[in-house]
């Protein structure tokens, strides 16, 4: 941590400067973002890279205005330099606004928050990184042996990460944090005769050291993950169309979740601040409170999950992070807010303001979006089923920039007869608006098949990737079209 | 930390550590960037930013093996300790199968005539004039809350390599981005872009006036069924396809199995009528460079010439193990065109909706997304510009419609190219194109159930 206190002085000293300067509200980031980055494609070593982001970043509310300013030139007069201009920034956008920028009142914090890797991006050296994943690899190609099959492009990314910050702001938070990350990406491909390619990406990803590449327990995934495709080439079938029920899997649940319930109760899309880019949103400050599902799944955003990819305790505005009701017995519980959106709506910020990098401002994220289980066993969830269909993965998805209408393409899909699972089915494609979605749920997956997977959500101009969870349990729809 | 050296100065000494610490080859690129970019919502400034920063990028080669890193960290102290990281960590790695060393100059470069404008930062005031003037038309034009960003860049980018190569190019570019919306739902919408190297080359007012027009046009509906149709697809529409494709034309994912071009070269993937080109010397172009980040100087290449598929783009290591020459693209770990370039067709615009009899005209899209890179199966949502035509005429504008199809069937289809040609690049275009209208056979439009 080095050289990090030093940062510290210098945050001070921008904050007395702004303070100086007249600035209603202001507030200094420090962040230390460093990566360790390995590719491994077929084996062989395909690149090392390592990245590092440190710098300050300035936030000030200034006469009806908002200003961002950042640098990573660390001296007294580049952050002297920094902070007017985000003034002068302020000033001028507040001129041309017909309603002042006002941030929701909010404890002032002091704390800090440090999460200790048990196994740091020291404690194992990159070439036993490499050695770990060319083991996977060695154990791919015996089991593309075993199977007959053929997997000709075998992709692994792995990335270690330690974010460091330190954030004060003119009502006196002071926070600092230390939370080290892992994140692995695998792009498996296979072949097959006149059938073609088939293709699948797996991320995951914690708040955690090296030591979690053992729990992953990625030999015996990469295995079943290899089995499978191979089977959806040589064994899966057209899905049945039409009115259907569906069981989605955690994976599906989780995009489902995230796209179609987290972005759209982001309220700074509610408000429109990021209709140029991602979009709006089909719901209204007006549907808080009214029925958007059927009342059996309730979905939560808790970005306070120990070691989970989008944990924070404190959000990059100093507020202390909490779980999140997004949907409640059915209805509209709860958006995700900042301060200056909390302010809008006339409710305290539930800490959802987030910044992947000192250069970015903080804007409204997801942290962990699921579906909180419920009481159903996998096989109760199947057993009324007369026909339908499994989906248990996703490849291609989308949705619209309203969060309205969206599409899921099954890649691990089987059908359900008479409440078992028969066959594998190819690319089921389940084209749905969200609240037929949400509406069509009759059956939620109990504790033990709840299941998170990890990603880089992308918003917010210049974009920010942020590390989320989604997931769930499985759920059941009923009745549903299955087309496309 | 109070050490603040100029880049080219930076760059050399940097490498001067590395040639000293025994490595065999250090590649050094310094750039130096100051940003504005002023967000607005509703009609009013949402937030205005401004980033002053310095990016270093560093290649260290050992006995044929490599690491890299980027780094935004300034002082020369925290980079010599970074360098000195890399040159321990390096030997402690394996070797780059198809290894090949950084080229070796001094090269001569390209003397393009690319615009050069400071005042894209310097001048504030006419920064904010612009984003008034471009909400200001959108909502004479029909739109009633209009958004948007602008982003303007001044930066210096310095490379010093142990190949002998000194070389620093300076560049500015600004982008605007206008989005429309006719009605409080926010399903009438339009979107107008503006890109240019010079603040007096982008025209705020021009793109506020498409956003509102568009969104306008939006506002009448009509029903339409899920199907296959023919279509024309604007050009914010094929920049988007386009700038998604930038990626798959990368050698680095044709590699990696990542890219329905893979194993392509020389074969017809696209209508005889289409002719794309990476052209990095494009005087306004928003991603014009004169050498690439082996300092390898950047060249107009072929990408797809009259419907075959010529070159994947390149940096050293892929160009080995492809067996071909650089093509000027580097990228350290991922090849990338700089500017995509379309060339024009002989049809107006007009003439490609006159010939519909039925279809449809989609402005714009987002959110393209493969099932399988491999195949080039994706779907993508239009927006902003969503129209019905019949008999050659628009007759209304259509909801909640998805395109779904084949990457190479789509291009394949393509039966016409307009001669208007513009310069595309916002956030759902990350890589700029320029871009023209297409007219396409037999897309698959759907829509999803409950709508």
Redesign the interface.
Known sequence: MS?FD??KD?ADYALRVAESEGAEFCEVRCQDDQVEGI?I?NG????????????VGIRVLYRG????????????E?LK??VV??L???M??GA????N?VFSREEAPVDSDVIRPKLSMESM???ER?SFLSEVDKMILSKEAELKGKV??R?FRLEGSITEKFIINTNGAELYSYVPRTYLEA?L?TFEGPK????VIIELGESRGFEVLKEWRIMERMEREVETLVKILREAESPPKGKLDVVLGPQVVGIAVHESVGHPYEADRI??????????SFVTMEMLGTRIGSGCANVVDDPTIPHSFGYYKYDDEGVRARKRYLIKEGMINEFLHNRETAYIFGVSSNAAARAV???R?PIIRMANTYVEPGDYSFEELLEDVKLGVYIKTF????????R????Y?GKEAYLIEKGELTKLVS?PIL???T???WSSVDAVGKEELLEFCAALCGKG???QLCPVWMGGPPIRLRK??L?? | ??N?MKPMDLAKRTVDLGRRAGVDDVICVVIDSER???????N???????????TVKLYVAKDRR??????????YE?LSL?LK??VE?VK??????GYTSIPKGPFRYPSTNLYYDKRVVSD??KL?ES??VAINSAIENGGC?V???L?AECFTRTLVSTGGIEVEEKGTRIAM???A?ADEK??AQG?GVTVSRRIDGIDPEGAGKEAGQIARDMLKTVKAEPGTYDAVLGPYFVANLLSYCAYLFSAFFV????SPFVGKLGQRIASEKITVIDDPHLPDGYNSHIFDDEGYPTQRNFLIKEGVLKTYVHNGITAKKFGVNRTGNAG??MPLPWNIVIREGDRRTEELIEDLQEGFYFLNT??????????G?????P?DGIFYVKNGEIVGSVR?V?V?GNIIKLFEDINGVSREIKQVYW??TPVPVLSSTISVRGIKV??????
């Open positions: 050289g030093e940062l210098y590719i494609k062989a070593l395909e690149g090392i890279k390592a990245g590092r982001r440190r710098g205005g908002l200003g961002f300013s950042s640098t990573n030139v660390i001296t007294r580049s330099t920094a201009r985000a002068k920034l302020a001028i956008a041309h606004r017909k309603r920028i050296p990159v070439d490499i000709p492009w992709v792009i491909t073609g390619y088939e293709q408000l429109g601040r990021e209709a140029a880019q991602a979009g709006e990098s000192y250069d401002e490849g291609e998805w989308n949705i619209d920039d309203r309205f209408n969206q599409r393409v690319a084209e749905i608006t609240p037929k979605l101009d210049p974009e549903v079209v087309g496309g | 930390m109070e603040w504005r970019q002023i967000r607005f919502a509703n009013q400034i949402t937030v205005s930013k401004a980033w002053f920063d310095r490599i690491i890299t890193s980027e780094e935004k960290v300034s002082d925290s970074s990281r890399m960590n402690l790695l394996r070797e780059i199968p504030e005031d904010f984003v008034e809350r958004s948007g960003v982003i981005t206008v989005r919306f926010g399903e979107m590699d990696m199995g990542v350290w770990e987002w959110y393209t997304r493969f099932q399988n890179y491999i195949t199966d994706f779907s993508t949502i927006r909640g998805r779904a956030w759902e759907t829509k999803a159930y409950g709508a």
